[in-house]
Nanobody
Framework: VQLVESGGGLVQPGGSLRLSCAAS????????MHWYRQAPGKEREWVAT????????NYAESMKGRFTISRDNAKNTMYLQMNSLKPEDTALYYC?????????WGQGTQVTVSS
C-alpha cells in the first residue's frame, strides 16, 4: 500500500488549494478514504471521509462549506479542494486508508496559510 499526497504550499488567507492523494497497492475503489491534518503542537485531527464510490462524504464541522473531498477511482486518486483558507488551516495534511483494520498513511503535504 502506498499513499502519496501532493498539492500543498503557501497560500494567503482566503485562498484555495487542491490536494491530491495517489493510491497504489490495493483495490482503491473498494475502500473509504480519509483526509487528516496535524498542526504544529497539536494532535492529528480528522478532516473528511469519502465513500468508496464517492457518493458519501462527511466533514469535520470547521471544514464544512469550505472543503470538498472527491475521488477518481479510474485514476486511483483522492482530492481535497480547500477554499476560503484560514491561518488555522495551516497543517500537514495526510491521506489515510483503513484496510483490514490497519491504518495506512502517506507522508503528508504541508499547507501554510499566511499573508
Amino acid at each position: 500500500v502506498q499513499l502519496v499526497e501532493s498539492g500543498g504550499g503557501l497560500v494567503q488567507p482566503g485562498g484555495s488549494l487542491r490536494l491530491s492523494c495517489a493510491a497504489s497497492g490495493f483495490a482503491f475503489g473498494t475502500y473509504y478514504m480519509h483526509w487528516y491534518r496535524q498542526a504544529p503542537g497539536k494532535e492529528r485531527e480528522w478532516v473528511a471521509t469519502i465513500g468508496n464510490r464517492g457518493r458519501t462524504t462527511n466533514y469535520a464541522e470547521s471544514m464544512k462549506g469550505r472543503f470538498t473531498i472527491s475521488r477518481d477511482n479510474a485514476k486511483n486518486t483522492m482530492y481535497l479542494q480547500m477554499n476560503s483558507l484560514k491561518p488555522e488551516d495551516t497543517a500537514l495534511y495526510y491521506c489515510n486508508a483503513k484496510i483490514r483494520l490497519v491504518n495506512y498513511w502517506g507522508q503528508g503535504t504541508q499547507v501554510t496559510v499566511s499573508s
